[in-house]
């Protein structure tokens, strides 16, 4: 069973540029995950998703930051016209659906290190 | 404000002796409080984790105790090696799904 995927594992964007971050969530997964991660820091939540919708997105910023989970293919991160301060690792996280409403394990891809020049 | 507060921010120890990080949270409907180990430029891996049904779970030389009443966690490494030094998160739920985690401890193993 592969694990969560990620791609790119590095992106170059100079400011102003958009930036595209893909997630492929673990086989039998239907809930996706996003974290940023600054340097030396921790973890934030930005936004949870499951197929074709936005359960959570109240940490992503308002402006500039979106994401979808369509029916066919990955998740995306999508940062339109990025500055220096979205110079990040962007970690995706999935997770089973497990009965009863307990809370999921979440499981990590990789990450997106992105570089804003 | 942050639900999950993680003491001590760094943690030297030395190789053989035990390491211990402890976390509080503030909601009391947590129910379930994972741990994750991270390497220099590598993913969070999850290490082990507790359910509120259970007061101390342990694999191998890694075991977390809960405290509900208190409202806190801990993580417990016995006999450290070197490959044990990474930064170590301990989470917990602020809803059913959304994990907040505490700032991470740096844990030093000299050999």
């Known amino acids: 069973n592969a694990g969560v995927m990620q791609n790119p594992r590095h992106l170059v964007r100079r400011r102003g540029q958009e930036a595209r971050l893909r997630c492929s969530p673990m086989?039998?997964?239907?809930?996706v995950y996003w974290y940023r991660q600054l340097p030396e820091e921790g973890l934030k939540f930005m936004v949870y998703?499951?197929?074709?919708?936005?359960?959570?997105e109240s940490g992503m910023p308002k402006e500039r930051f979106s994401a979808e989970f369509p029916k066919e293919g990955p998740s995306i991160l999508r940062i339109q016209q990025v500055v220096r301060g979205d110079s990040a690792a962007y970690f995706c996280?999935?997770?089973?659906?497990?009965?009863?409403?307990?809370?999921?394990?979440?499981?990590f891809g990789p990450g997106t290190r992105l570089t804003v020049l | 404000g942050e639900n999950v507060e993680q003491h001590p921010s760094t943690l030297s120890v030395q190789e053989g002796d035990s390491a211990v990080i402890k976390c509080t949270y503030s909601?009391?409907?947590?129910?379930?409080f994972p741990w994750y180990k991270q390497e220099l430029g590598k993913r969070p891996q999850l290490i082990i984790d507790?359910?509120?049904?259970?007061g101390e779970k342990k694999d191998q030389r890694i075991a977390v105790t809960l405290n509900k009443t208190a409202k806190h966690f801990s993580l417990h490494i016995t006999e450290t090696q070197p490959e044990d030094s990474a930064v170590y998160f301990c989470?917990?739920?602020?809803?059913?799904?959304?994990?907040?985690f505490g700032a991470g401890t740096t844990v030093t193993v000299r050999a």
């Open positions: 909601d009391s409907a947590s129910n379930y």
């Open positions: 507790i359910r509120s049904n259970v």
């Open positions: 086989k039998g997964h239907s809930h």
């Open positions: 998703l499951q197929k074709e919708n936005i359960i959570d």
């Open positions: 996280a999935s997770s089973p659906e497990l009965a009863g409403g307990n809370t999921d394990t979440q499981y």
């Open positions: 989470a917990a739920p602020l809803a059913s799904y959304k994990l907040s």
